[in-house]
Structures are given as structure tokens and as C-alpha cells.
């Protein structure tokens, strides 16, 4: 094979801009931008695009997760547990798209230097990790509520006297930027409360992965997460059990024509308001809501992914499937097999090994990853989910006072601007405000917006390379490998020319089974409700929120993700087979076309 | 038993060192049936019998003769002799008493399978055969779809003959260490013959990479002779001992296959059609029915198995699965090595992990 070996992927200098997005770069600061000045360096790098997290151009806004999120990975990997092998993952941005690159350390002294650290620091961790897991959660929810209680100030026409006989030095333009910053802030202690535990969490999962696939080369990645997994319901379950019990709830009260009589999600919750029954349902909603329908309809990596409570689309199209399964007299009830299951698995393998060392080595691995799984399961929706959608509302509210000033017309405007120039908006407006003059602000950003939009969409059209830069030859960050699934087949198959063969496409097998069916192409959640009964899904990548579908359809084809991401671990649940990494399935399938999907070899092949 | 020993016996029937008696591979034949195995009926001609032949014949001590006169390092002398012998054998008739109770046996199997002249495996089973470590695999001879009385006291004729084969000579020779050829004995399984639809072998272990967690099934099409000589290139159907999923189907090129001669007794190959011979022959769930076999297999002999097998129809189509054989993997162990070593606390395997994730390169 080895003319199918590349030594190189495209140069990250030279990836050719789409026409018509001439001048994308100014959308993004200087630092994630490829260039002559650390040539030496970004040419020497392997660089991956972020399939699982950043499948959509980045607005300039979304630039918070991967900025305050890559901070927060090398800070903790490297300066606080020296991760032996790795210090962090770097990032960059080409057209639109979110390139990472991990940063191995490949010199033996320094690693084993640093595993001595390593030792003591994670150590702690894994001793007291139960604890330290309560502990994080209660943290956490404190942060959170903080957040909450975080009020954006007015900005008066006239202070309050107050002010004057409490001699207050400061007025409402420096709460305005208080407040900015304190929302900034909790963003990035976001992004540190996220990877408090995750990342040795992972090194704990790849040392069980990397030892079966040691005893047991054949082995698939699956069946190793299957013994994970299943350690009981995750808030995620927990938001899904709320809109099941609704859905039971709307069945005794009778209201399957309110569901299902049509109109939009405002309509349907407009129609409750109506009557008696229904105001006694949305009684009953309004105990489930908070915080299980924070859950978000993405993953929280963007501004447009946004809560269940506020885009009520998901919960209208979930329960008019559950209320369907229900009248059906199909039992709603999770899987609940699913740890015997993984328990039967692992000693099944167990028996296989021969020797003490083996099976003592097999015990301390798989209960370590069993005892971070619930953790790395359930972190995404206090940090993901909870706490950035109460950002992200936030932010929404800071912008309602740039358009009360003029500076756009639409409050999801500012999600167009890169924190930083928020910053400026922010001074120019407070200064005019201030003085009662004309900010710049009103002629300067709309025809930036309008051509950032334009930009944006074109961009979405263009298909980024999956890798950049130099192959490496050694991946020993665990993220990598866990969450991005960077190995020698992805290297592989990224360093292939791209097929001509476009009826095939290949991913990563994700949850076995083999499965022929019609298609359905659905780009976001405002599509979910065209889902039919035994359909196959085909989507970007899917995430917690898109659960409720799952019990709907035959199989799941997903651009992006690995192993462990939502599809793979949802579709293993169900039992339906999976192809996940695909990188073009949304792109190559159209809705309406008979595929299969072989989740066993990871093809999915176009039959009309 | 006796003070004599019994020529000829039922593997049902055999008693005590049934190896000693009977050879490896019948006491492997008969250990299956005895573990509930569905291995096909048949009956030893026991190495008591292959005595009483050479005794009364006289051909013992010819062999001796020509064995002594020759010299084994040899390649060229070692054929020679074994031609001589070969000869001899051919000559030779059964003596008469040890003729009646093999047609004794015969007719009993006919009693027992409804047919005037039933067809028969017949296979030479030396002892030392078949055990760990010392595998006479190829080395001996094995006669398929003989029948009538005439044919099969020809098989067993030249099944013994064999036990004097160059390669035999050689390689008793060099168990022996250079003490003579040796006289560890020879038995002739005697064995109902499968109408296989389908046959091949099955190891348990991947046979790539040696994997414990894999069942490695290989078929072809009619009698398992085209697969074990490597004449097609089998299907593959791989089986996960521990989920009992199918983890790999991939049809092979399977351009023959070998059928009975049903008049003449014997086999012939035939030419398969194309389509027939790209196309999976074995379904998933005769797949998983053989793994279970060989998981049961493994468990009762404690080690890995290679085993042959053989799918046969009823008249009604009905498909039954037979086991012909069962022997040790005697190559490729060494991925049985533990791939750990104890640390003192789960850290220390994380640290351990990536302290080697290092250094591993990836394979590109």
C-alpha cells in the first residue's frame, strides 16, 4: 500500500479561497489566520478539521468556544496536569472552517519528566474522583446560577440621584461594560469547568481502548465502548424522560389534535393557551422546562444552537412522535438492559485473557473508564448546553440595546461581530450614549454584517479539506484519538484523493448492522419534523437534543464525529447502525434516494 | 477388554487409551462424539489390528528388513524404501478373521445408514497424530466416498502403507532421534461419509493477528477437499466469540468443488459457474452455529482449535452441520503472551499509556 501513502496534506498557506468569499479573513483575528509569519511552524503541523464540533463556517461571535475552549485545553493539559505526551491542541481557521492540531511532545526525558507530575495531579483526581465529580457539580450549578443572576443595566436618559447622595463614582457605562465582561468571563470559566476533568477522563478511556486493542487486535472501538457505557440516565436521558412523561401527560388529557393539527411551534403552544386541558398540560411543561430543556438543539459550539425552551421546534416534533409511539402502545422506556449488557461484553473478554496481569490490567482500566464515563456523558449539559444557552441569551440581550441604538436591526446581528469588535461596538455606543452624539457604529457595521452574511453562505457550500500540513507519525493526546478519532485509518483515508466514486462513502462504523432504506437529508432542526417512520437520517452531525428522532428511524449517516459522539452512542442504544465522519453524506445524499448503509465496514453506498 | 486386544471397534465402543489404541485422529473423533459434538459414526481398525496384520502376514518383518537397509537422511533411499513397502502393502491380503469383522462393521453401518454399500471416510490414524506441538498434518492418507467391501480393504490397505511414506519415515525418524523408524502404530478410522453442500475449516483464533475474541470460518463448495488443499479461495466469515456477531463476510472465488462419484465410488471435481463461486456460500446463521462449535470446542480441549467441517441437506433440505475433525493450533502463539504487566494503581496504567503513546507510531 504503499503508494497510497502520502507524506503530505494540502499546504495550509495555499488552501484557495471560493469565489465570492474574497476577504474572509478579516472576520477573524489575526491569531487563527495561517501565515508567512509562523510559516515554519503551520507547514510543519498536522492540522484536522474539527468535524464533531465545527461543521458550519464560524460566525465571527462563535469565535468564543474555540478561543476561550483551546485555552482552557492547553492550560489544563499542560501548565496544570503536564500531560506527558501532549500540551494542547492549536487552532486556525481556513474559510470559515476550524482547523486543531494536537502538540506532541516525542522527547522521552521530557515526557517522563512530566509523567512524574502527571502522576501526583491526575492521580488526585482518579483517587477522589467520585467526590471531586460531586464536588465539580455543585461548582458548577454555582456558576451557573451566578450567570443567571447577572442583570444587564440600562442606560438612562438620567441616572438615578442615588448615584449622587451615595457618591457613586461610577454610572451605567461602566455596568454596560462590566456586564460585557462579566458574561465574557463566564464564558471562559465555562470552558475551564468543562475541561477540569474531561481530558484525563479521556487518557482514561484510551488507556482501556488501547489496552483491548493491545489483547485483542481485532477488535472493533464499539464493542470497547460498549462495556463503557451505560452507567445509567445522563441529564440528556433525564430531558428526554420529561418530554416522554409530557407526551403521556397530552395523552391523557386528549390533546393529539392540539399536537398534531399543524402550524408552527407557537402555533401548537398558542392553541394550549386555549383551554382548560391545555393550560393544565403547559402546568405540567412548565415543571419539566428547567433547566432539562436547556438542552440545546447543537451542542452548544455556536450561537444558533439554541435551547429547547427557546426554539420549542424540538419538543412540538418530539412529542408528536412519542404521542404517535404512544397510541402505537409502544413502550417509551430507555433501554434498560444496557449495563448488562456492557457487564456480559467485558466478561465475555475477560475470560478470553490469559493470564493474572492481564486480567488485573483489564479490571483497573475498564473501572477507572467506567467511573470517568459518567462524567464525560454528563459534563456537556451543565457547560454546553445549561450555561452557554444562558450566554448566548445574555449576549442576545446586549445586542437588543446596540439595535435600540441603531447599530443593527435584528438582535442575532451581533453574532456577525468577533467578541473583540463587540468590545468596540460596545465603547462607541456607550460613548455616544454617554454624550448624546452620533456613534460611528450605525453606518459602520450593517454592510459589514450584510457582506459577512454573504460570505458566510457561500462558505457553506465549499467542502474543506479534512486534513492540512505535515502527517504525523505518532497521536498520543487521547483527545485526539477519543473524541476526534485521529488514527492511522482516518489519517489514511484523509490523505486518499477524494473518490471519484461518488455512489460510496466511507466513515467510521460507528454502531454495527446493515441496513438498506430511503434517505432523509436533514440539515437542522428546523427540518426534524420531515422525518418519517424507518427512514434513514443523514445529517451534519446530531447531538442530544435530536434523541427524541432516534426511536423513529431505520439508521443514521452523520458528516461529522467519532466513536463517542451523539449518533454513535444514541444509534448503539437503539441498536440502529451508524456511519459517522462520513464528511460529505449531507452533501452526496439526497433526500428521496435508496442507500445502504453497511455500519459493520463503515460504507454508506447510493443505490438510485 | 480382554487379554487381546480388538482389531476392529466402535468409536462409541473404545475404552481406555483410546489414542493407543486407536491413533490421534479417531481418539479426537471420538472425544468430540463423546463431548456431544455432531461428528458422524464410523469405527476403528486398531492398531492391535495393523499388528495382527504385519504378525500373521509377515509383513512386519519385511518391513523391518527394508527399513534397517535403509538410509534416513536420505531423501532418495527414503523413497525407495517406502515404494518397496508400498508394494508390499498393495500385495498383501487381509488375513480372513480381521476381514470378517471389518465387513461385520460394514454391513452394521449399512444396517444403520439404509443403504446396500454406504460410502465411507477412510483415514489413517497414527498414533502421535493430531497431539499438541506434532502434527502430522498432510502426511497421511485419507479415502473419500469408498464403498463396497473390496474398496475399502484396499483403503486400508494403502492408509497402512502410508504409515511408511518417505515423509512418515523421516519423520518418525527424527522424533526418534535416530533410534529407527520406530513402531508407535497404526490405526484406520473408518467413518460414515458427509454429502457435503458446503465444507471448509474454522480456527479460533483470527489467523492474522491471533486475536483470542475470533472465530475465523473458511468454506467452499461440496467436499472440504478444495479448501484444506487451497485449490479455491474460500469464503471468509469471521464470528466475535463474545458479542456472536458476524465481524467479517468476504465471499471468495470458489471455481470448483469436489462431489461424489456415486457409481464408482471416489471423488471428482467439477467446475462451478461463476455466479455460484463469487457468491457468499455461508449464511449468517450457520456462521454463528459453527463459531458456537468451536467456542465449545476451545473450552473443552483448553486451546485453540482448527477444525474441519462439513455442511450436509437432508432429503427435505434441511441443513445439518458436522464436525470432521479438531486439532491444536500449533502455530502462531505467540500473541497469546499477556500484554500487561501489574501496576499498583489505575493511574500508573494511564500514565504508563501515555508514556508509550509517545513513542507508538501509527500505522499509515
Not at chain 1, 444496557?338 to 490490567?361: H, K, N, T, V
Amino acid at each position: 500500500m504503499a503508494n497510497e501513502q502520502a507524506s503530505t496534506f494540502p499546504d495550509p498557506l495555499s488552501v484557495p479561497t471560493p469565489e465570492g468569499c474574497e476577504g474572509w479573513e478579516e472576520m477573524y483575528p489575526y491569531y487563527v489566520l495561517f501565515s508567512e509569519d509562523r510559516a515554519e511552524y503551520e507547514r510543519g503541523t498536522f492540522w484536522f478539521q474539527n468535524r464533531y464540533h465545527l461543521i458550519d463556517p464560524m460566525k465571527p461571535f462563535d469565535m468564543v468556544t474555540p478561543e476561550f475552549c483551546y485555552i482552557a485545553i492547553a492550560n489544563r493539559n499542560n501548565r496544570i496536569f503536564q500531560l506527558p505526551p501532549a500540551t494542547g491542541v492549536d487552532f486556525r481557521v481556513v474559510n470559515g472552517y476550524g482547523y486543531l492540531s494536537g502538540f506532541p511532545i516525542l522527547d522521552g526525558e521530557r515526557v517522563a519528566a512530566r509523567a512524574t507530575t502527571f502522576g501526583e495531579r491526575a492521580g488526585h483526581y482518579f483517587e477522589h474522583w467520585a467526590e471531586i465529580e460531586q464536588d465539580w457539580l455543585e461548582r458548577c450549578r454555582g456558576e451557573i446560577a451566578k450567570l443567571e443572576a447577572l442583570e444587564m443595566p440600562d442606560l438612562p436618559e438620567l441616572e438615578e440621584l442615588s448615584l449622587v447622595t451615595n457618591h457613586q463614582a461610577h454610572g451605567a457605562g461602566y455596568e454596560m461594560h462590566q456586564f460585557f465582561n462579566r458574561l465574557m468571563e463566564a464564558k471562559h470559566l465555562a470552558w475551564h469547568f468543562h475541561m477540569e476533568m474531561i481530558l484525563i477522563g479521556f487518557g482514561a478511556y484510551n488507556t482501556f481502548f488501547d489496552f483491548c486493542q493491545q489483547a485483542f487486535p481485532e477488535i472493533d472501538k464499539q464493542t470497547i465502548a460498549n462495556m463503557i457505557m451505560g452507567l445509567g440516565a445522563t441529564p440528556f436521558d433525564r430531558a428526554n424522560d420529561e418530554l416522554k412523561r409530557l407526551a403521556g401527560v397530552a395523552v391523557d388529557l386528549d390533546l393529539d389534535d392540539v399536537f398534531r393539527g399543524g402550524g408552527s411551534a407557537e402555533e401548537v403552544f398558542a392553541r394550549l393557551a386555549d383551554s382548560d386541558v391545555g393550560r393544565q398540560w403547559l402546568a405540567e411543561y412548565d415543571k419539566s422546562k428547567y433547566p432539562w430543556f436547556m438542552v440545546n438543539t447543537g451542542d452548544g459550539m455556536y450561537s444558533h444552537h439554541r435551547a429547547w425552551i427557546d426554539d420549542p421546534r424540538m419538543i412540538v416534533t418530539g412529542l408528536q412522535g412519542y404521542i404517535t409511539q404512544l397510541r402505537a402502545g409502544d413502550d417509551l422506556s430507555r433501554p434498560q438492559d444496557q449495563r448488562a449488557e456492557g457487564d456480559r461484553i467485558a466478561q465475555g473478554y475477560r475470560e478470553l485473557l490469559e493470564s493474572d496481569d492481564d486480567r488485573g490490567a483489564f479490571d483497573a482500566t475498564l473501572g477507572l473508564a467506567r467511573l470517568v464515563s459518567v462524567h464525560i456523558e454528563g459534563h456537556k449539559f451543565y457547560v454546553e448546553h445549561w450555561w452557554h444557552g444562558l450566554f448566548y441569551n445574555k449576549v442576545r440581550e446586549l445586542s437588543s440595546v446596540f439595535v435600540k441604538y441603531g447599530f443593527w436591526d435584528d438582535s442575532e446581528d451581533i453574532f456577525y461581530l468577533h467578541q473583540a469588535e463587540v468590545l468596540q461596538a460596545l465603547l462607541d455606543m456607550l460613548l455616544a450614549w454617554a454624550g448624546e452624539w452620533p456613534a460611528r457604529g450605525p453606518k459602520y457595521w450593517p454592510p459589514k454584517i450584510q457582506r459577512r452574511r454573504e460570505i458566510l453562505e457561500r462558505l457553506r457550500d465549499w467542502t474543506p479539506p479534512p486534513a492540512l500540513g505535515a502527517v504525523p507519525e505518532i497521536v498520543p493526546d487521547p483527545v485526539l484519538s477519543m473524541l476526534w478519532g485521529v488514527d492511522g485509518n482516518s489519517l489514511r483515508e484523509w490523505a486518499r484523493p477524494v473518490s471519484t466514486d461518488t455512489k460510496q462513502l466511507n466513515g467510521t462504523p460507528a454502531s454495527s448492522g446493515v441496513v438498506e432504506g430511503v434517505a432523509r437529508v436533514v440539515h437542522g432542526i428546523d427540518q426534524m419534523h420531515t422525518v418519517q417512520q424507518g427512514e434513514i437520517l443523514v445529517a451534519p452531525t446530531t447531538n442530544p437534543s435530536w434523541t427524541p428522532v432516534f426511536s423513529r428511524i431505520a439508521a443514521c449517516v452523520a458528516d461529522g464525529g467519532g466513536m463517542m459522539s451523539h449518533a454513535a452512542i444514541v444509534c448503539r442504544e437503539h441498536g440502529l447502525p451508524a456511519v459517522v465522519g462520513t464528511g460529505r453524506g449531507t452533501r452526496a445524499i439526497r433526500t428521496g434516494q435508496r442507500i445502504r448503509v453497511d455500519a459493520n465496514a463503515g460504507i454508506v453506498t447510493i443505490l438510485d | 477388554m480382554g487379554a487381546e486386544p480388538t482389531p476392529v471397534v466402535w468409536f462409541d465402543d473404545l475404552e481406555g487409551d483410546v489414542r493407543a489404541v486407536a491413533g490421534g485422529k479417531s481418539a479426537s473423533l471420538v472425544e468430540m462424539r463423546r463431548a456431544g459434538f455432531p461428528v458422524p459414526p464410523g469405527f476403528a481398525i486398531t492398531v492391535a489390528a495393523f499388528e495382527q496384520f504385519g504378525r500373521e502376514t509377515g509383513v512386519t518383518a519385511d518391513v523391518e528388513q527394508i527399513v534397517a537397509a535403509t538410509d534416513l537422511d536420505s531423501t532418495e533411499s527414503l523413497r525407495a524404501a517406502s515404494e518397496r513397502i508400498e508394494a508390499l502393502a498393495a500385495q498383501v491380503r487381509l488375513p480372513a478373521g480381521l476381514l470378517g469383522l471389518i465387513e461385520g462393521a460394514y454391513r452394521r453401518m449399512a444396517r444403520e445408514t439404509g443403504e446396500d454399500d454406504p460410502a465411507v471416510a477412510v483415514r489413517s490414524s497414527a498414533v502421535g497424530e493430531d497431539s499438541a506441538g506434532a502434527s502430522f498434518a498432510g502426511q497421511q492418507e485419507t479415502y473419500l466416498w469408498v464403498r463396497r467391501l473390496a474398496e475399502l480393504e484396499l483403503a486400508v490397505r494403502k492408509c497402512w502403507a502410508s504409515y511408511f511414506s518417505p515423509h512418515a519415515l523421516a519423520y518418525r525418524a527424527r522424533l526418534s532421534g535416530g533410534h529407527g523408524v520406530g513402531t508407535v502404530g497404526m490405526s484406520v478410522g473408518v467413518q460414515q461419509m458427509v454429502d457435503a453442500d458446503l465444507a471448509g475449516v474454522m480456527f479460533t483464533r483470527s489467523p492474522t493477528t491471533n486475536d483470542r475474541s475470533i472465530v475465523a470460518i473458511e468454506a467452499g463448495l461440496g467436499l472440504g477437499v478444495s479448501v484444506v488443499a487451497g485449490e479455491v479461495t474460500p469464503d471468509q466469515v469471521w464470528v466475535n466469540k463474545v458479542t456472536r456477531e458476524i465481524v467479517k463476510r468476504r465471499p471468495g472465488y470458489k471455481q470448483v468443488r469436489y462431489v461424489p462419484n456415486r457409481d464408482t465410488g471416489g471423488t471428482r471435481c467439477e467446475d462451478v459457474p461463476e455466479d455460484e463461486a463469487t457468491r457468499l456460500c455461508l449464511d449468517d446463521e450457520t456462521a454463528k452455529q459453527l463459531a458456537e462449535y468451536g467456542v465449545r470446542l476451545e473450552r473443552h480441549y483448553g486451546a485453540a482449535q482448527d477444525v474441519e467441517w462439513a455442511l450436509t441437506r437432508g432429503a427435505d433440505g434441511t441443513p445439518t452441520l458436522v464436525l470432521l475433525q479438531s486439532r491444536p493450533i500449533t502455530t502462531g502463539r505467540g500473541a497469546d503472551r499477556p500484554v500487561a504487566t501489574a501496576l499498583p494503581s489505575q493511574t500508573d496504567y494511564v500514565v504508563q499509556q501515555m508514556i508509550a503513546a509517545s513513542t507508538k507510531k501509527l500505522e499509515l
